[in-house]
Nanobody, 128 residues
């Protein structure tokens, strides 16, 4: 059974940094894309936007254009963990962040609705 568990959220002041972690278990192959989805306040989870994605097999990475200067996605395969490093945080980054995954793919996945498995999410709150 696939399980995704996020951690690392919290409250931070503008300009600060957080690192989110996602432990993914239950996958039997590396043909998996893991993404971080940002759910803005007042929006449904499925309306969230993918801000970063990584393909586990060959470690291809993608970060949303507008966040490339601030966000970094990485993985530690030995720990089955994917990270999202977020720097220079702004109040508008306040959101619930979900880790999601989908198997049977060959590259990063950039569309929210293409993800099959989801964690419970972790809140990031940025104060000014």
């Amino acid at each position: 059974q696939v399980q995704l568990m996020e951690s690392g959220g919290g409250s931070v002041q503008a300009g600060g940094s957080v690192r989110l972690s996602c432990v993914a278990s239950g996958y039997t192959t590396d043909s998996v894309a893991v993404g971080w989805i940002r759910q803005a306040p007042g929006k449904e989870r499925e309306e969230g936007e993918v801000v970063a994605s990584i393909f586990i097999g060959h470690e291809s990475k993608w970060v949303k254009d507008s966040e490339q200067d601030r966000f970094t996605i990485s993985q530690d395969k030995a720990k089955n963990t994917v990270y999202l490093q977020m720097n220079s945080l702004k109040p508008e980054d306040t959101a619930k962040h979900y880790c999601a995954a989908v198997g049977g793919v060959r590259w990063t996945v950039r569309e929210t609705l293409e993800y099959d498995d989801w964690g419970k999410g972790t809140q990031v709150t940025v104060s000014s």
